[in-house]
């Protein structure tokens, strides 16, 4: 999303159980383009969605009310040290490819 300059404005999380019930729960959030907001929001409304001991056959995740623009900073949530972050990731995926770099959260095992 940062790299067409969008911001998502609302979170939905969908969870397929192994007998095709699916339950869903979505969020409006503040206007952002930052990994740690939007997966926190996520594992928030996953945490809220799945309560059952069933095997889950699907996940989904959708970012929708999406705007044009830049990640505007928070005054009080961001550091520098997450703003250079952030634009270091994206200098090393647009000159190497997004497979190059990535959160440790996302690496499955």
């Avoid at 159980?17 to 952002?32: E, G, L, R, S, W």
């Avoid at 069933?54 to 990640?71: A, C, D, I």
Wanted: net charge positive.
């Amino acid at each position: 999303m940062r790299q067409q300059d969008k911001l998502a404005g609302c979170v939905t999380v969908k969870v397929r159980y192994a007998d095709f019930d699916t339950v869903t729960k979505q969020a409006v959030i503040p206007y952002t383009g930052s990994d740690h907001v939007l997966l926190q929001k996520v594992t928030e409304l996953f945490n809220r969605l799945y309560d059952r001991r069933q095997l889950v056959r699907l996940v989904g995740v959708r970012l929708s009310h999406l705007v044009g623009g830049n990640y505007q900073i928070s005054l009080f949530d961001d550091t520098e040290e997450m703003i250079s972050l952030y634009q270091a990731i994206d200098s090393i995926k647009s000159q190497y490819g997004w497979q190059f770099i990535m959160r440790g959260a996302t690496v499955c095992t």
